[in-house]
């Protein structure tokens, strides 16, 4: 991307853009030869580097690395796996398939990676609400012949057309710099709930070699980016007070004076040790390698495990107006952190960002450090997790329409249903493996 003015810029083709700014992405107009195809994208945030910006603080938050593992794995469950709806009495259950019996979507997965692949699409959906993968079409453009998925951080949506409808993606490792060399662009389907038929439709008409269908939840009154929820633990401060305790606990350690006494010794010990004469006798000098010898015997005598329960006898003096003097005085060295200040602060603010993130603090150990434990009970974990799986199926509507898509576009059998059992956890009285597969 070349800069040709103050918010103008080329990139790539024979399109210049003007960008002026707008609270959640830029307004693109074309300054020269209008092509809603040639190189122009929306900003993710007003300089365009809000997932960069995000992951450096995200990276740094023990918390919240802590609260998306949770989440997806719990999404995730026990892997992809193929189901089919079966009459069981008076209810319908979800019968699990062999994947050996399909074996042209056997040698899919396989050659695509497919599970691997879907642990990807879960993070970033979970991370951004927002997962980009590409399908490859065949030649003639009847069949999916592969699916990849693209880094949420890397991709950003093309403008939209005088119709309202964006039809690209734009692809970059290094968003800072924008180089139109290492930038790519791969056609959207522009219509998220188009059916399979009319995706390929449209990929044939425009002579498609392949095209990505985002995975997204629903908007609310974004434009394209969606908002996440659990993003306002990072916007309302709570994530930096959480950040700031370690820098500063970091700065006390460093900075700290490393003592646990402080040691006065009057001149007048001095004195009364070697006598008057012997004391104003000797040079300045001589005076400080006496001090200096004091010093390291009382050092040796309260330093070490030898001196543990020792005690120290100072003697008392009086001076010329009969007032008590201290010949030596041991007095701690308060400190200053060892009541573990801030960490109240620190453990309030990653229990805000894991309610952000629906999840409960126990099921990573949340609680105060050196304080109270209150990371939960077996119970406590086990019905957290209950309640967070059960939560699972609203989010999986998202991320198992990439097998639908992929199983309506190439006529696999119709009646397959793509999901993510959990393994339910339970008391080894009711189970000696302590868990059961369910699906929700």
Known sequence: MKKLDKDIYHVGGSAALVFTKSPRFAKAEVAMEKNADDGEFSLWGDDNLYPQRFLAKFNRTDAAVGGIEVLTTAHYGNGFKLFKEKNKGDSIVQEQQLLSDFPEIKSFFSKVKFPKMLTGIIADFEVFRL?????????NGDKIISVKRHRTAWCRFGVPDKSGYVRKVFINSDWETANADITVSVDLIPDEFASADEIKEYAKSRKLKS???????????????????????????????VLSVPEFKLSMFINQLNMKYLVYVS?????????????????AAEREMKREELARKIDDH?????????????????????????????????DKIK?????????????????AMAVDPSLIGAGIPGGKNLSGSGSDKREAYTILCSKMPYKRICTTEIFNIIRDYNGWDADLIGNFPNQNLTTLDKNPAGVKEIIL
Do not use: C
């Not at 993968?133 to 065949?138: G, I």
């Not at 306002?232 to 401060?237: I, V």
């Not at 001149?267 to 040079?283: K, L, N, P, Q, T």
């Not at 009541?339 to 309610?355: M, R, T, V």
């Open 211 to 241: 095209f990505i269908l985002p995975v997204t939840s629903n908007l609310m009154t974004e434009k394209l980016y969606p908002a996440v929820g659990w993003h306002s633990s990072f916007n309302n401060g709570w994530v930096d007070t």
């Open 339 to 355: 009541d573990g200040n801030f960490l109240p602060d620190a453990a309030a603010g990653n229990s805000q960002i894991l309610f």
């Open 267 to 283: 001149d007048e010990f001095m004195v009364r040790r070697y006598g008057a004469e012997d004391w104003e006798s000797i040079s």
């Open 131 to 139: 997962a980009f993968p590409e399908y490859l079409l065949s030649p």
């Open 302 to 334: 309260m330093s070490g495990n030898k001196a543990a329960g020792r005690s120290l006898t100072s003697p008392y003096f009086r001076d010329n107006n009969g007032q008590m003097i201290k010949g030596i005085e041991v007095v701690p060295v308060d």
